[in-house]
Every structure is written in C-alpha cells, then in structure tokens.
C-alpha cells in the first residue's frame, strides 16, 4: 500500500458526460501528480499540483481540469467525455515540487465511456 | 542470467535466474531516474531509483545502472521469482524542462518455475 487513496475504483458513464475523480496524497505529500495510463499511449503526465498551485503541465486535453485544495487532496475533471478518454488514470504524490522526487501512485480509477 | 538489448516489450525467465530489463532514455538533460513494477490491476510501485550523478545504485535483489553516454538505463533482478512478474517501467526526469515524469513503454516480465 503506497498509501494514495484514489476514489472511485471503477467509473462507466456516457459520452459527452462530466465525471470527477478524487485523490487523497500520502501524509506529508505536498505535491500531487496525474497520469493517464491507455493501452495505446502509455503512461502519460497530464499535471501536478503543488501546495495548491498548479506546477506543471503535460498532455492534458483541454476539457479536462484539476485542483488541489488547502487540505492537498486533488480532484480530476474530465468533461464532454470521449470513447477515447477510457482508460486507467493514476494519481501520484511525492514530497516535494521539482519532480525529481520519489513518486507513490495510488490504485487508479478505471473510466469506461461508453 | 537472461539480457536483453535494448527495450523489448517482453522477457521470459526461469525462477532463479537474474533478469535485466534494459531502457533507453530520451533526454540528455535528464537527472532522475526511476524504475517502477505495475502488476495487473494495480498502481505503478517504486522499486528504485537514480539520479545523474551516480552510475549505479543497489537496492534489495535489485541493481539500477545508468550509463549517461548512451542514454541508457538497466534494472536487474537477481535470483527472479514468480512474485517478480509484472510491467516494468523506467521513468526519467528533466526538471528544467518543466515536465514530470517521462516513461518508457514497459517490459513484461513472465518468470516460471
């Protein structure tokens, strides 16, 4: 157990709908990373967090949107959903801000977009 | 011990065997490096890490060696057990290019007893 707690587990919804997922960060993990794992593309950064300030961007589409808020859990929107945006999204959290720390990832939510 | 070249995507070993999964990296101003296990259903799990200042790092059972000249990365796992089968990712990082982690395609490996 990393101890990053991701909910829900599994999430199956419609295209065109908005689903938020949720990441709670190891205690005394100031940053919070996400990550989006599909068969075709990998593991792929999408943006991390730090002490509620966004820190850094990767290939997050623009319908899609996160937040930290003052307790550093995390919350992951994702709106006007895809068929393609089915996949594993992972949460990671680490210590610091630079990235060049230890990341621990949670379990994931699996999203099915039907 | 089984070696591969550089990445393919699976490897096969006998229990008992040393392994060595081989990943190539992409940035030349990488300076940290991970290796991670996921198993199926499961997160990415930490096994060990390595920044650009060493050129090998040990851990338990395990031994990550980077060799800078030629953007390469290698995890080896000595004496393989069916615990050990799993996807194995590296992950690198170049902060200053204002991004997380990078990681590589994966490697599957299957150990038989």
């Known amino acids: 157990d990393s101890g990053v707690t991701q909910t829900p587990k599994h999430l199956i919804t419609a295209t065109g709908q908005r689903v938020t997922l949720r990441c709670s960060p190891r205690s005394g993990d100031l940053s919070v990373y996400w990550y989006q794992q599909s068969l075709d593309q990998g593991l792929q950064f999408l943006i991390q967090y730090y002490n509620g300030e966004e820190r850094a961007k990767g290939n997050i589409l623009e319908r899609f949107s996160a937040q930290q808020f003052p307790d550093l859990h995390s919350e992951l929107n994702l709106s006007s959903l895809e068929l393609g945006d089915s996949a594993l999204y992972f949460c990671a959290s680490s210590v610091g801000a630079s990235g060049g720390d230890k990341q621990f990832f949670g379990p994931g939510t699996r999203l099915t977009v039907l | 011990g089984e070696s591969v070249g550089l990445h393919l995507p699976t490897l096969s070993v006998q229990e008992g065997d040393n392994s060595i999964i081989n990943c190539a990296y992409s940035?030349?101003?990488?300076?940290?490096f991970i290796w991670y296990k996921q198993e199926s259903g499961k997160g990415p799990q930490f096994i060990i890490d390595i920044r650009s200042n060493m050129d090998k790092r040990q851990g338990q059972r395990v031994t990550v060696l980077l060799n800078k000249t030629v953007k390469h990365l290698s995890l080896q796992i000595a004496a393989t057990q069916p615990g050990d089968s799993a996807v194995y990712f590296c992950a690198e990082n170049a902060w200053e290019a204002g991004t997380a982690l990078i990681f590589g395609k994966g490697t599957t490996l299957s150990v038989s007893s």
């Open positions: 940035n030349s101003a990488s300076d940290y």
